[in-house]
């Protein structure tokens, strides 16, 4: 037999879990008449919490947004799955307030049943991240600002330093935002160019809300976009492999984050620009077809020389017993 206190908190657990739930519904769950969920309805109610309540034969209990958090019930699983998101937010060094995350964490753990903060407590002594630090800092007020934007379909002013050093400044209608190896990126149309562009956000100086508003196309990949954009920067190595083998095999095996592949006449081109060669040959070592390198002439030499050593070492006579 459940307690009055035990069947309200059932209430709200149901009402947030279900958009929303008929007082029959709710009465067959809690195994008590209609009559005694509408008083726990009314006490719901008068605790702030806005649960509305539509009436007539196919009426039904829904819980609204309101300007008060009501207290959230979450499963075992739920609450781990929270915790470990807390956790990465934090060791990813995400343009989130760090008193923030800790005083979520904190929060979550003191409403947390003994066991179930064992469990926490235990992964975070048993997980260890190896991440390295961001290469280029974040403030989160540029993200934020730029996520309403994005939201709202409004318009925005930015001060920009490009890669140069070159400084500018300029209304863009921002389409969507992109987390990609180690740096943010949005994407959307530029109106000094005129054109779509991408720019990469902590290179944003200034951001301002303008009061236009625009529409976002409605067959634009903001991923798509930057990843390409990125493929195709000036002032860093421009990688272009040709790959015996089918282009579903290769999307298979190359994922979007890593480059571009397209067919063409000669082949399967894998197209990526990069910084440094080191991890994108040992890549294309680990590849189970034929590959032909076009550009650049570093990246064949390094390859080369990888298979001189691998050679070396395998040549090697072993020591005697």
Not at 16 to 44: C, F, K, N, P, W
Not at 57 to 84: N, V
Not at 104 to 129: C, D, N, S
Request: charged share 25%; net charge negative; aromatic share 8%.
């Amino acid at each position: 037999m459940y307690s009055p206190t035990a069947r309200l908190l059932t209430v709200l657990e149901l009402l947030q879990s279900y958009r929303q739930m008929s007082g029959t519904e709710l009465a067959r769950r809690l195994e008590v008449d209609v009559r005694t969920v509408r008083r726990y309805i009314v006490t719901l109610q008068d605790m702030g919490i806005p649960v509305e309540a539509e009436r007539g034969p196919y009426g039904a209990y829904q819980l609204q947004r309101g300007a008060k958090l009501p207290p959230l019930m979450f499963t075992d699983s739920e609450a781990i799955a929270l915790a470990l998101g807390l956790l990465t937010i934090r060791e990813f060094h995400f343009p989130v307030d760090v008193a923030a995350v800790e005083g979520a964490l904190v929060k979550t753990e003191r409403v947390m049943p003994e066991k179930l903060l064992g469990q926490i407590r235990g992964l975070q002594e048993a997980i260890r991240f190896n991440v390295a630090p961001p290469p280029a800092s974040l403030d989160n007020q540029t993200l934020t600002l730029l996520n309403n934007a994005v939201q709202q379909h409004q318009r925005v002013h930015l001060h920009y330093r490009a890669w140069g050093g070159d400084e500018s400044e300029r209304d863009f209608d921002p389409y969507g935002i992109v987390f990609n190896d180690g740096y943010w990126y949005t994407a959307g149309y530029c109106h000094l160019r005129q054109d779509t562009r991408t720019f990469r956000l902590d290179r944003i100086a200034a951001l301002e809300a303008r009061e236009a508003r625009f529409e976002r196309p409605t067959d634009f990949d903001v991923l798509e976009h930057v990843l390409n954009s990125i493929a195709h920067l000036s002032g860093i190595r421009q990688i272009e492999v040709l790959l015996e083998t089918s282009l579903e095999h290769a999307q298979e095996l190359i994922h979007p984050v890593m480059g571009s592949v397209e067919l063409t006449e000669e082949g399967v081109l894998f197209r990526r620009a990069v910084s440094q060669l080191e991890w994108i040959s040992l890549f294309l070592l680990t590849l189970d077809f034929p590959i032909h390198i076009c550009q650049p002439e570093e990246l064949r030499t390094m390859i080369r020389e990888y298979g001189v050593r691998a050679q070396r070492i395998t040549n090697e006579a072993l020591p005697a017993d």
